[in-house]
């Protein structure tokens, strides 16, 4: 099936049983997830540059993905928790969640989406009702970036599991897989042929060739012990010498689920309480009455490193990293995640 | 309820903070029934003596006459609150204290003998003990009546301390220093502005002053790199808020 013709109709069908679908858009010279209403909107005949502090658009037909993840709406930076009235009653905000569906996400993002949900499904009321009215399409992906490293942390660059369709762009064709019984009805819906072996051949050996695009030097295997064995070692001072604490690593990580909880008054006597994003990274984030478990900078950012590699394993029974390089993207000042576990692992 | 007594104040400075209480055009009247304003030259005629149970106090010191009244007005006041940047840092005037007032004197006044102002433009905090700060040139208004209406609900009013990129990114802002190489003070100062300048696609130009535990020296390292030239570099630290000691470390090293 013809790629850009193939996916306006799955784009289609999806609209035809009521998803609302979230996309990359081109907005502010970045790739965004945002709301698409027509497929037309999509980003196309873009590919992101990354690279340790700098990200660009230029003219391509392959692109990776900007600062938004999922967690933009699985996991909102501001969410209402409730309202206080004058009288000191409580009353919920109405959450209406519209059915959606993620269209072209990366393998990457998928990951992250199944991290979340260790942390958040069934604890967290907002996530998990948007996770169950969440359909997942994912595209593969064929040509990692200068900053992924989703084949080290077992994430990618093919998507195995837990979604509801998978595509794989390969020249003008589409390879598709179906992962749920939604998927299976879009496959019938979209008239597939079965896959021959030639095309088959070319999917197995583009993804491999994709995968070892998107290794950073280490693997996954033992590496919570191993860098637990670092907790003192100096490289986390050493990397941390430029860290500004600015925490945009934790913004755009997507799958820091780290929150402060914040009382907005209002003149008429009531007041809101919101849950906003915050970070590790932050000053005041380890910061409690009568004392700061972290007021060391680097302390912090060991905190960052170690709790992504080895609590998250602990507490969650998965990593809390995905690979998508976003950290390193999008940190000021380009801080390699990669260049630090490595770091960690030689000394 | 009893209403809260309040005294606005500035000493030099341009005015912007304090009519952030009149720009609550919205909320004014509803806040006016829970706050008297006893002194506010900028509002009202009638001045009421103190003591005051809040003083929200404009502008940076520069003559001695002005440390006098300082320290009447903290005497007189239950909670004293520097509002802005020129009372938490100095503003723009403390921008002097890199030249020779003596010298500024004689271009500006006819007679320069008659003018009598300290060597140093300082903010409140070296006079007297400020209990709250309230950053930014101007101050927010949104931030000035949270502040206010924190205390009303006798709450220790808490306002952000990390950085603009915080309140930049949960805003959904693209960061224009990683995809356009625009300077940006974000990562070095104070949120609670709300990330304004980002959020029209220029850089932080750092009028809340230094975060808690700021980085610096580590931006300018960054803009170096970036190619920004030393002149635009040292011009960007020695703002809204020079006298800070977090930005003086970057901006003193130019001259």
Redesign the interface.
Known sequence: MGGNEGLRLLFDELQRLDYVIVGHKV????L?LERVNEFNELAVGVEDVQSP????LVEGDFFRH???SPK?FLYP??LVLFKVSPDWSITSPDVKIDRTAFFGLKPCDLAAIKVLDRVLLNVDEFYTLYRENMAIIVENCTRPGNTCFCASMGTGPRARDSFDLAYTRLGDKLVMEAGSELGIRLLNALEVEPIDDVTYGDFVRVLNEAAEKARAGFEADNLPELLELKIASPVFREVA????????CN??CPTCFCFDVI??????GS?ERVR????CL???YAQVAGGHFR?D?WARYRHFVLHKFTYWMKQFGTYGCVGCGRCV??C??GIDLREAVLKLLRR | MSKLRVAVYKFSSCDGCQLQFLNMEE?LL??TDMVEFALFYEARKAVEPGPYDVAFVEGAVSTTHEIEILKELREGSGILVALGACATAGGIQALRNWANVEEFKKYVYPRPEWIEVLEKVEPLSTYVKVDYEIRGCPVSKEQL??FV??L??G?TPRLP???V??EC???????V?????IP?L???TMSGCGAICPSY?RGCYGCYGP?????PA??N??FKELGVSPKEIRLLFKQFTASAKEFREVHGGYG
């Open positions: 907005v502010d010279g970045a965004r502090g700098r990200y660009s900007g600062p938004d933009k930076s501001e010498e430029k860290c500004l604490g600015c925490a945009n913004m755009v009382d907005v008054p209002r003149v008429d007041a906003v994003w915050d970070g932050n000053y005041t007021p900078l993207t999008w000021p000042v | 909320e509803q806040l009546l949270s209406l924190q009303l609900k709450k301390v990390d950085s990129c915080l990114k949960r805003k959904g802002n693209v960061c220093l990683v995809t356009k190489g940006c974000g990562p070095v696609g975060m808690i535990d700021p980085r580590g931006l390292e960054l």
